[in-house]
């Protein structure tokens, strides 16, 4: 029964990482038709971000609120220098420049901190564990399940109840009529890569405690979010949480109890969406 619940908290854990990883990757699919191979490499930097942060100021809570914003800023100058150019061109020409953006980050992170693996100290009032019926629970992951939650509200509320959202909304459901409507939608791009970017930014320097800041965590992280956003349906808030949670506690699952058979789960969840509802779950079909 320990296990069993361990195992749970766990994949929750790993579906909320994976959510602030999707949610942004699945608005940057939607509403730019961009395939940014190099959303990981923001997971990435925003844990060493938080990393160089908590080693300046002693504040794990420093490191979470200030880690993504280097990693927003040079999201927004890559999108208004470089990727603006492809809106236009194919799926490939933008995986091509965003693939070769991994490299870049990657080689740049490696000379600026090292090939070394490090770990982000869990703050002291998080420390330990909760005992909740006759289960242990730690602290801070009990906080990221929160701290995913909440987030999720605050986008949900940013993306349904404000003027801006309703614009996203727009840009996400027909970019053209949203233009003739007055919409700013090279500037609303800009602005949805950076948001988007930023969240796996955040994601990473909270995963940090959990997963370790290393080179290479940003393809291990990008691969399940491209299948949450298959899965989800691109553009969708909803879908982009639901198939996190899915995915999170089915992969944890599956590694604990059946680790032979823990991809396929998630893979063939993969194809019999895309070949039943290829727009995603939740998603909505443009044709």
């Known amino acids: 029964m320990q296990l069993a619940v361990t195992q749970i908290v766990n994949g929750l854990v790993l579906g909320m990482l994976l959510f602030l990883m999707s949610a942004g990757l699945s608005l940057i699919f939607g509403l730019m038709n961009v395939v940014n191979l190099a959303h990981g490499s923001f997971f990435m930097l925003g844990a060493f971000f938080a990393l160089s942060i908590v080693n300046w100021t002693g504040s794990f809570f420093a490191g979470l609120a200030l880690g993504w914003i280097p990693a927003v800023v040079l999201g927004f100058a890559m999108e208004r220098l470089f990727i603006r150019y492809l809106y236009s061109r194919t799926h490939l020409d933008q995986v091509l420049l965003t693939f070769g953006f991994t490299f870049v980050i990657s080689d740049l992170v490696r000379m600026a901190w090292g090939p070394e693996i490090r770990n982000i100290a869990v703050p002291q009032m998080l420390e330990g564990a909760f005992e909740i019926f006759g289960v242990i629970?730690?602290?801070?992951?009990?906080?990221?399940?929160?701290?995913?939650?909440?987030?999720?509200?605050?986008?949900?509320?940013?993306?349904?109840?404000?003027?801006?959202?309703?614009?996203?909304?727009?840009?996400?459901?027909?970019?053209?009529?949203?233009?003739?409507?007055?919409?700013?939608?090279?500037?609303?791009?800009?602005?949805?890569?950076?948001?988007?970017?930023?969240?796996?930014?955040?994601?990473?320097?909270?995963?940090?405690?959990?997963?370790?800041?290393?080179?290479?965590?940003?393809?291990?992280?990008?691969?399940?979010?491209?299948?949450?956003?298959?899965?989800?349906?691109?553009?969708?808030?909803?879908?982009?949480?639901?198939?996190?949670?899915?995915?999170?506690?089915?992969?944890?699952?599956?590694?604990?109890?059946?680790?032979?058979?823990?991809?396929?789960?998630?893979?063939?969840?993969?194809?019999?969406?895309?070949?039943?509802?290829?727009?995603?779950?939740?998603?909505?079909?443009?044709?």
């Open 137 to 287: 629970v730690p602290k801070y992951r009990l906080f990221l399940i929160a701290f995913g939650g909440a987030i999720a509200v605050l986008l949900w509320l940013f993306l349904e109840r404000s003027r801006v959202g309703a614009m996203v909304r727009a840009g996400v459901d027909d970019a053209a009529v949203a233009s003739g409507l007055g919409v700013n939608v090279q500037l609303l791009f800009g602005a949805i890569f950076a948001l988007g970017v930023g969240l796996a930014a955040l994601g990473g320097a909270a995963a940090g405690p959990v997963l370790g800041v290393y080179t290479g965590i940003d393809f291990e992280i990008l691969i399940p979010a491209f299948i949450v956003v298959v899965i989800g349906g691109m553009g969708s808030l909803r879908g982009a949480f639901v198939s996190s949670m899915f995915v999170g506690v089915v992969d944890t699952l599956g590694k604990a109890y059946f680790p032979d058979l823990a991809l396929f789960a998630v893979y063939f969840l993969m194809v019999v969406v895309l070949l039943t509802r290829p727009q995603g779950l939740f998603g909505v079909s443009k044709a």
